[in-house]
């Protein structure tokens, strides 16, 4: 997989930027705790997967690895301190989706992407398009029919501006040449709850959350925005499927650490997590979360961030929802 320019440019600071350290530190490497930054607070999908790949890791390296939750600010704080932090392969961040779409909905950030590099990503969570199963919305078809009928087109509620199923539906509006309204609620409890209401048409959403109401029988399940069927719900079809190939959007997770941190520190903490990812047990209680395990090595980490980056922002930019 190429490496863009960016990801060579923050290699070679990197490397001028990086402590002399004697040859058997990275070898010792981790010889005390590892302290872990989730962007989020405890008991969410971020913070749960990092949990799981960190019991991995203790095992593996022989070294306690902590979860340390810095919420706020759209996971901004979080990536701003680790940004920030000692390049000494100790404060490693836990990274999700916002961060390759903070710049472009907020402008000036306080640090810079050069100053974290990417380590190895670790998980997708595949977002879902679901209706109310009591509305006449039985195929994606039907939803953008009645949405063309409509004047004010379809109304989406999401968890919040920006957030990734809010993204995902402008680009639906988008793609299917329908009038849309994002309505930002706090939360997916509160998008569950207008939905329910029908005071909403739809919203995207990760399945983990959706599942006790889809096994209810309140909400229907349209499709999914992965590029293949999830295993975590196969039974819905992809929305590539049904036609629309631009619409693949999920969260995703993924370790990032201070550029400057030692080369061989990088590649021992990649490993270590590759190896996470592809243990069966692992793999298991992510998909129990709603997680798919989904390991990139650093280089090709960094070329996802930036093709994410460079997709949402075109979103962002065209539906004008950058704050001023």
């Known amino acids: 997989m190429p490496i863009t320019r960016r990801l060579l440019l ?42 799981i790949i960190n019991d991995f890791l203790e095992r593996e390296l022989h070294q306690q690895f902590i979860v340390e939750n810095k919420p706020g600010a759209g996971t901004r704080l979080a990536n701003e301190m680790v940004a920030h932090s000692q390049p000494d392969g100790y404060t490693f961040l836990y990274a999700a989706a916002p961060y390759a779409t903070a710049e472009a909905l907020f402008g000036k ?21 679901i209706v109310n199963a009591k509305s006449d919305f039985k195929t994606l078809p039907d939803l953008i029919a009645y949405g063309k009928s409509k004047p004010e087109g379809l109304t989406f509620g999401s968890p919040g501006p920006g957030s990734q199923p809010h993204l995902a539906a402008e680009l639906l509006f988008k793609t299917a040449g329908v009038k849309g309204l994002n309505v930002p609620l706090r939360g997916d409890a509160a998008a569950y709850t207008e939905l329910l ?23 229907r399940v349209l499709g999914a925005g992965s590029v293949q069927r999830s295993a975590i719900y196969p039974d819905a079809p992809t929305l590539v499927e049904l036609g629309f190939p631009q619409i ?32 069966a047990e692992v793999k298991k209680k992510l998909i129990a979360q709603g997680l798919e395990a989904h390991g990139l090595n650093g280089a090709e980490f960094a070329t996802f961030i930036d ?8 979103v962002i930019e065209e539906a004008g929802l950058r704050e001023n």
């Open 10 to 51: 923050a290699g070679t600071a990197a490397a001028f930027a990086a402590p002399s350290w004697p040859a058997t530190a990275a070898s010792e490497w981790p010889a005390r705790i590892v302290k872990t930054i989730s962007p989020y607070g405890a008991g969410g999908a971020n913070d749960i997967s990092l949990r």
């Open 109 to 129: 950030l306080n640090y810079q992407r050069s100053e974290l590099r990417p380590v190895a990503m670790a998980a997708f969570a595949p977002i879902f398009l």
């Open 197 to 219: 209401a029908g005071r909403v048409d739809a919203t995207f959403t990760a399945i983990s959350s959706a599942l006790p109401h889809i096994q209810a029988g309140n909400f």
């Open 248 to 279: 693949v959007a999920a969260g995703w997770y993924g370790f990032m650490a201070p550029a400057a941190t030692p080369v061989a520190v990088i590649d021992r903490m990649q490993d270590a997590v590759l190896r996470a990812l592809g243990d």
């Open 307 to 314: 093709a994410e980056t460079a997709k949402w922002s075109r």
